[in-house]
């Protein structure tokens, strides 16, 4: 009985010290096989591109153009990154805000159609709107801020001096990337 009691006990023993590697080996597998897989696309200078993202989203970018974006979103939110132009028609759902992210800055919206231009050399960062809305957020030295634009808005920062410009735009006027004439 004495020994039986002991191979109770030192099976535990063995299930506790094994359970717990067996677990973290499933977790770190399971997060390996739903890692999104990334997509970059560099766009040539003196050529323009148009992607279409697996929401819906199609991005019409701009010479010179580096874009980041997951082969398929998954999550919350559905995130890509941007160091250029792009005309986004982005795909609505407000269930996953779609957030271009530049640098310190970030545009997040949950449907809409905008110019968003930023180049990492460039010393500013421009949105012209032209449907819906979005948040605009940048980090301002010790702090984040943000702004929120609407159809119509032409929205300039000045990275160096941290500051916001705002004006109306014809919309209807507008010519973009897409038709030749960037911003």
């Known amino acids: 009985r004495k020994m039986a ?11 506790l010290l094994v359970i717990p590697f067996v677990t973290h080996r499933l977790s770190v597998n399971y997060a390996r096989e739903h890692q999104p897989e990334w997509v970059e696309v560099n766009v040539p200078y003196g050529q323009t591109q148009k992607v279409t993202l697996s ?3 199609s991005m019409f970018l701009n ?10 979103f998954s999550g919350r939110k559905r995130e890509i990154f941007l160091d250029g132009e792009a005309l986004a028609d982005v795909a609505k759902d407000s269930e996953h805000p779609f957030i271009i992210r530049s640098g310190s800055s970030q ?20 949105i012209a709107l032209l449907e819906g809305s979005v948040e605009y957020t940048w ?15 032409l929205m300039r920062y000045d990275k160096g001096e941290a500051q916001v410009n705002i004006s109306a735009f014809n919309v209807e006027k507008f010519k ?6 960037p911003l």
């Open 55 to 57: 929401d819906g989203t």
């Open 5 to 15: 009691a002991y191979a109770q006990i030192a099976g535990l023993c063995i299930a």
């Open 139 to 153: 980090d301002d030295a010790s702090d984040s801020k943000n702004v929120n634009l609407k159809a119509g808005d």
């Open 107 to 126: 545009v997040r919206v949950t449907g809409t159609k905008f110019n968003f231009k930023s180049f990492q050399q460039d010393n500013a960062v421009e």
């Open 176 to 181: 973009s990337i897409e038709s030749g004439h």
């Open 63 to 72: 010479a010179g153009t580096k874009l980041m974006y997951p082969e398929t």
